[in-house]
């Protein structure tokens, strides 16, 4: 029986042990900050509405924001976002020309990006 109907994942880095807790969570050990709540809008999957993407910190913060929301995925295992095919370009404008990131797309439209230009690889 869970407590809440809520999960929480430890990301650990390096060799320390990563975990997911179902039916509750930890603030005290490992929120940051006031915790921000989003109701889940999927039906088949854990998503949330998506109303602008920030990127960096600071002076060197660059925000996409969409005409109208959209749906993000929350996927803990993914090492890619899926864009709709509608948007994919408009982010990649914005990216490449307003945020002034440098951006690659392959064959299978991935978008490869260096949010420092001296970079050695992409992030």
Same mark, same amino acid.
């Not at 088949?44 to 998506?50: G, I, K, N, P, T």
């Given at each position: 029986?869970?407590?809440?109907?809520?999960?929480?994942?430890?990301?650990?880095?390096?060799?320390?042990?990563?975990?997911?807790?179902?039916?509750?969570?930890? &603030?005290?050990?490992?929120?940051?900050?006031? %915790?921000?709540?989003? #109701? /889940?809008?999927? +039906? =088949?999957? *854990? &998503?949330?509405?998506?109303?602008?993407?920030? %990127?960096?910190?600071? #002076? /060197?913060?660059? +925000? =996409?924001? *969409?005409?109208?929301?959209?749906?993000?995925?929350?996927?803990?295992?993914?090492?890619?976002?899926? +864009?709709?095919?509608?948007?994919?370009?408009?982010?990649?404008?914005?990216?490449?020309?307003?945020?002034?990131?440098?951006?690659?797309?392959?064959?299978?439209?991935?978008?490869?990006?260096?949010?420092?230009?001296?970079?050695?690889?992409?992030?």
């Amino acid at each position: 029986m869970l407590d809440e109907k809520v999960f929480s994942l430890h990301f650990a880095g390096n060799d320390n042990e990563s975990y997911i807790t179902f039916g509750g969570y930890d &603030a005290e050990e490992f929120a940051v900050e006031d %915790i921000t709540w989003h #109701d /889940n809008v999927g +039906v =088949y999957f *854990w &998503a949330v509405q998506l109303d602008e993407v920030r %990127i960096g910190e600071g #002076d /060197n913060e660059k +925000v =996409y924001s *969409w005409k109208q929301p959209s749906t993000a995925v929350v996927d803990s295992g993914s090492s890619y976002l899926l +864009v709709p095919e509608e948007y994919f370009w408009d982010f990649f404008d914005q990216l490449t020309k307003q945020a002034d990131i440098y951006c690659e797309v392959d064959w299978y439209n991935s978008m490869y990006c260096l949010t420092d230009p001296n970079q050695d690889s992409y992030g």
